[in-house]
T-cell receptor, first 112, second 112 residues
Framework: DTAVSQTPKYLVTQMGNDKSIKCEQN?????MYWYKQDSKKFLKIMFS???????INETVPNRFSPKSPDKAHLNLHINSLELGDSAVYFC???????????FGPGTRLTVL | DAKTTQPTSMDCAEGRAANLPCNHS???????VYWYRQIHSQGPQYIIH???NNETNEMASLIITEDRKSSTLILPHATLRDTAVYYC?????????????FGKGTRLSVIA
């Protein structure tokens, strides 16, 4: 059973396009995250949602809009894609009382 | 910014113990030491965490110095599948809705 799943695994698109990445967790966690890992392999937090409410937005351009339709899903929509958006995006989830974050397999986005 | 310092890379012979050091000299009294690892092309995976006592689980052991300014993650019998980037992170415990702050980590190569 997959705990945190993301779709698609790979996404290749042209500059200027709009795309979405979906994330689902079946762990019953109340907090979900999006992290970005750039070409230099640095992993950085982008957004954090708790019970469908945005609690952290780390100075991410407003072209990025997370949407949480329910506690089990946190989707990432990106408008007007730029070359610099090329990266691997990881979704994660956790429970407030717990110490462990569970990560998805990642979505490799390539903007041409 | 990450509050930890780790060596960039290490090698370990298969079957031997891998000892990964981490410095966290500015750790606060309520912060724990967490270890995650990222195997190539996968999402980060939780390994272990501790406050001041040594901890052991099925994956690894964590040794924290008495002054808590440094720690060592020990993989007792490294296998080729342990080749990964290992991240040492300091974080307030039971803060399950706060994101992880990743540093550069240590790239461990287990050699046959």
């Amino acid at each position: 059973d997959t705990a945190v799943s993301q779709t698609p695994k790979y996404l290749v698109t042209q500059m200027g396009n709009d795309k979405s990445i979906k994330c689902e967790q079946n762990l019953g966690h109340d907090t979900m995250y999006w992290y970005k890992q750039d070409s230099k392999k640095f992993l950085k937090i982008m957004f954090s949602y708790n019970n469908k409410e945005l609690i952290i937005n780390e100075t991410v351009p407003n072209r990025f809009s997370p949407k949480s339709p329910d506690k089990a899903h946190l989707n990432l929509h990106i408008n007007s894609l730029e070359l610099g958006d090329s990266a691997v995006y990881f979704c994660a989830s956790s429970q407030v009382q717990n110490n462990e974050q569970f990560f998805g397999p990642g979505t490799r986005l390539t903007v041409l | 910014d990450a509050k930890t310092t780790q060596p960039t890379s290490m090698d370990c012979a298969e079957g031997r113990a891998a000892n990964l050091p981490c410095n966290h000299s500015t750790i606060s009294g309520n912060e724990y030491v967490y270890w995650y690892r990222q195997i190539h092309s996968q999402g980060p995976q939780y390994i272990i965490h501790g406050l001041k006592n040594n901890e052991t689980n099925e994956m690894a052991s964590l040794i924290i110095t008495e002054d808590r300014k440094s720690s060592t993650l020990i993989l007792p019998h490294a296998t080729l599948r342990d080749t990964a980037v290992y991240y040492c992170i300091v974080r307030v415990a039971n803060s399950g809705n706060t994101p992880l702050v990743f540093g550069k980590g240590t790239r461990l190569s287990v050699i046959a």
